[in-house]
């Protein structure tokens, strides 16, 4: 059998299909959570810094600050937190795929190690 039709079949059998739909479940999850600690720990923290002293300025200094700073502000904000619950809902997607692959109802009943049933 050439190396190509090696090749060809290998990637046709279920246990390689499934090695690479973990290999993206996997890399989904992983960006995910790598998205959402910069969100929690960076983004969403100096957004709400920055609309907390647009706003605070515009109370004290209404002439130097217009409503329309105070507006976009509130809008970058809620785009902000629209992002992370995108990265969030991505994250539990990939779960949710991981426990489809693995055919678990429940993968928190799972302990580290257990394998599936």
Do not use: C, H, K
């Amino acid at each position: 059998m050439p190396s190509s039709d090696f090749a060809r079949s290998s990637r046709r059998s279920p246990r390689f299909r499934a090695l690479v739909e973990l290999a993206d479940i996997f890399s989904r999850y992983q960006t995910s959570s790598v998205t959402l600690g910069y969100y929690r720990s960076q983004i969403l923290l100096d957004q709400v810094r920055a609309y907390r002293s647009i706003y605070e300025r515009y109370q004290q200094q209404p002439d130097a600050v217009g409503f329309n700073d105070v507006v976009t502000a509130q809008q970058t904000l809620a785009s902000m937190v629209a992002a992370y619950m995108q990265a969030l809902g991505d994250q539990w997607q990939a779960v949710v795929d991981l426990a489809g692959l693995l055919q678990e109802d429940d993968l928190f009943a799972m302990g580290p190690g257990e394998p599936a049933p």
